[in-house]
């Protein structure tokens, strides 16, 4: 089992920046890929960005590119998005995955543990 907590949401005005943090607990994660989807109202889980845990190898989703990044700390066994230049089209719920296939995946299908999710909004 593998246990996923995410934390960092809130209210930003657009323009601004967050840093979400997905802590892991549980099995071995050298294996595993991390990953951040986001689902707003009425949507679908949508890809937001992934990195695997050992080599650190990153994908992002088009919407993001060049705002968001994506890191990992093996010593505190927690995985980041910090989130840039904000806009409201980005307000969702953030959900942090994990995946034992290994590879990156923009399929939510294929992540096997899913953290709480952590709100976030950006007023205009």
């Known amino acids: 089992q593998v246990q996923l907590v995410e934390s960092g949401g809130g209210l930003v005005q657009a323009g601004g920046s967050l840093r979400l943090s997905c802590a892991v607990s549980g099995r071995s994660r050298s294996s595993y890929a991390m990953a951040w989807f986001r689902q707003a109202p009425g949507k679908e889980r949508e890809f937001v960005a992934g990195i695997t845990w050992s080599a650190g190898d990153t994908r992002y989703g088009d919407s993001v590119k060049n705002r968001f990044t994506i890191s990992r700390d093996n010593a505190k066994n927690t995985v980041y998005l910090q989130m840039s230049s904000l806009k409201p089209e980005d307000t969702a719920v953030y959900y942090c995955?994990?995946?034992?296939?290994?590879?990156?995946?923009?399929?939510?299908?294929?992540?096997?543990?899913w953290g709480q999710g952590t709100q976030v909004t950006v007023s205009s």
């Open positions: 995955g994990a995946s034992n296939v290994g590879l990156v995946t923009t399929n939510s299908g294929r992540y096997n543990y």
